[in-house]
């Protein structure tokens, strides 16, 4: 059965500062791999996609990375902002050698982060 | 303007009272989805369902049913809610699985706003 990591479970910084958000999975058979964002009472918005055969993506200021092998990505955020503060989920998308798509996400359970002025 | 709605938004009910929450999107999306959130435990998905009248279970589907007669609503039912199944529940939607190229783009899953569902 899958499991999703995120570590850390809680991070504050001061606004600028450049931060890694990482993700570990056990099973590396996957489709691909989503970072999500979560803002208080709200529901989920895709930020970033990394299908299996990629390393990377990149949107804005958002850099997110994947090993497939070695069941890491990670999330960098370059010169964060306050308005930055919101809960990152990631989510593996389960798959098989042969590439077919399955519909079963698994969710870490997310870091929340706080960007101070 | 392209949205998922979920209703009712919030709820509170009593054990073994037969609920409906239902779902709905307006963008001609062949996926979708239902989770849970619960504190310390994340996301996890309840049911999915690839297409019309083709649904497949998460990893917590025990206590919850669906159904798919349409391709814009999804509704999750809950027959005989207990207090476990208090939480706050997401569906989402996607053009296609996730996953599944698209003129080389990536397909992002759009979230509904949630609904808190409290179970006395």
């Known amino acids: 059965k899958q499991e999703v990591t995120q570590i850390p479970a809680a991070l504050s910084v001061p606004e600028g500062e450049n931060l890694v958000l990482n993700c570990s999975f056990t099973?590396?058979?996957?489709?691909?791999l989503q970072w999500f964002r979560q803002d208080p009472g709200k529901g989920l918005t895709s930020l970033l996609l990394i299908q299996s055969s990629q390393r990377e993506q990149t949107s804005g200021r958002l850099n997110a990375s994947l090993d497939k092998s070695s069941g890491r990505s990670t999330l960098y955020i370059a010169a964060s902002q306050p308005g930055d503060s919101a809960t990152y989920l990631c989510?593996?998308?389960?798959?098989?050698?042969?590439?077919?798509?399955?519909?079963?996400?698994?969710f870490g359970q997310g870091t929340i982060l706080t960007v101070h002025p | 303007e392209a949205q998922v709605t979920q209703n009712p938004r919030y709820l509170i009910t009593v054990t073994g009272k037969k609920l409906t929450v239902t779902c709905s999107q307006n963008m001609n999306h062949e996926y979708m989805s239902w989770y849970r959130q619960d504190p310390g435990l994340g996301l996890r998905q309840i049911y999915y369902?690839?297409?019309?009248?083709?649904?497949d279970k998460g990893d917590v589907p025990e206590g919850y049913k669906v159904s798919r007669k349409e391709k814009r609503n999804f509704p999750l039912i809950l027959e005989s809610p207990s207090p476990n199944q208090t939480s706050l529940y997401f569906c989402?939607?996607?053009?296609?699985?996730?996953?599944?190229?698209?003129?080389?783009?990536?397909?992002?899953?759009?979230f509904g706003d949630g609904t808190r569902l409290s179970i006395l």
């Open positions: 099973d590396s058979a996957i489709y691909n």
């Open positions: 989402a939607s996607s053009r296609h699985p996730p996953g599944q190229e698209d003129m080389g783009s990536n397909q992002p899953q759009h």
């Open positions: 369902s690839m297409n019309v009248e083709v649904t």
């Open positions: 989510a593996v998308l389960g798959g098989d050698a042969g590439g077919t798509s399955y519909g079963k996400l698994t």
